[in-house]
């Protein structure tokens, strides 16, 4: 018995969810994503079972894992950094997009299924008996990098959840929003066949700027099933999104983020080294990748 892993798609458009989420309506919408997230492809008479994971997934969080520990030389998925002045049209700057395909990662479980799974590094080896993962296997080994990661205290100004259904993810959002206020969810979109993880891109358009007094920014996780590290900084920021081109043709509809004060940041953030800079120096900008989801105040987008 078992499942196959759910397209993670709803990325792609769930996430078109300019759809506003508030106390009120917040049940209509929950039931509206889940709907988009239907053609997935579920088994048709076994449902969700966390328990049996794809192979390929087992693999990407093995791979996942791997990235959030970058070696001494220059990892190639660390270009996503870069300056506020390379925002011009017309410029072309190397960008790392993950090739993973998003087909081969989990969609997230209903809440009373995933709260029904411990999520504890304390009950770690219990979960790898749950998933018959051996101790010392790379997924065993994600799967701790993940728990140890939503485990951590928060830095200095910094709010964090691990959300693992899209109810708690909306509750704790709102929360940090504020219960009246309406919000929505952003990501990346390849906007055609992204076969190549490193290329340079081209802004082709000015950058349309996001106003949003706080960003909630959720990270995807390696684990059976969907998790997200989700955390709100203070400090000056810039959202916006723009339209590149690879030079391999591809076009992408990419969010990203420009800190602006980074003088309390660690002096060994990978972006310092990344752009050969120090705190308070400049503003540090990124961009998210497809799988993460960003969500700002609505309407924010001018």
Not at 72 to 80: A, G, R, V, W, Y
Not at 120 to 144: C, I, T, V, Y
Not at 281 to 298: Q, Y
Request: aromatic share 10%.
């Amino acid at each position: 018995m078992g499942y196959r892993i759910a397209s993670f798609s709803f990325l792609f458009y769930v996430l078109l969810v300019s759809q506003c989420c508030t106390h009120s309506n917040g049940s209509r919408k929950i039931k509206e994503m889940y709907d988009l997230l239907q053609h997935t492809a579920l088994d048709e008479n076994n449902g969700i079972h966390a328990k049996h994971a794809h192979d390929d997934r087992l693999q990407m969080i093995h791979d996942h894992a791997h990235d959030h520990h970058p070696s001494s030389q220059m990892d190639p998925s660390l270009n996503i950094f870069f300056r506020t002045n390379d925002l011009k049209v017309g410029k072309s700057i190397p960008i790392y997009f993950s090739a993973n395909s998003t087909s081969t990662s989990p969609h997230f479980l209903p809440k009373e299924e995933s709260d029904s799974i411990p999520f504890s590094l304390s009950q770690l080896q219990n979960l790898l008996d749950f998933f018959s993962f051996p101790k010392h296997s790379p997924q065993a080994k994600a799967m701790e990098y993940t728990l140890s990661q939503c485990e951590l205290q928060p830095l200095k100004g910094e709010t964090k959840f691990c959300s693992t259904s899209l109810e708690s993810m909306l509750d704790l959002t709102r929360g940090i929003f504020g219960s009246d206020s309406q919000f929505k969810v952003l990501n990346t979109k390849h906007l055609s066949r992204h076969t190549v993880a490193l290329q340079n891109y081209t802004l082709l358009e000015k950058p349309t700027d996001i106003l949003t007094p706080k960003i909630v920014a959720c990270h995807s996780m390696p684990y059976p099933y969907a998790v997200f590290y989700c955390h709100v900084k203070d400090g000056d920021h810039k959202v916006f999104e723009v339209l590149l081109g690879g030079d391999d043709g591809e076009r992408v509809e990419a969010l990203g983020v420009c800190h602006v004060d980074t003088s309390q940041w660690d002096p060994n953030h990978v972006a310092f080294r990344v752009l050969k800079t120090r705190p308070g120096r400049s503003a540090v900008c990124h961009f998210f990748p497809a799988d993460n989801l960003i969500w700002v105040a609505s309407p924010s987008i001018v």
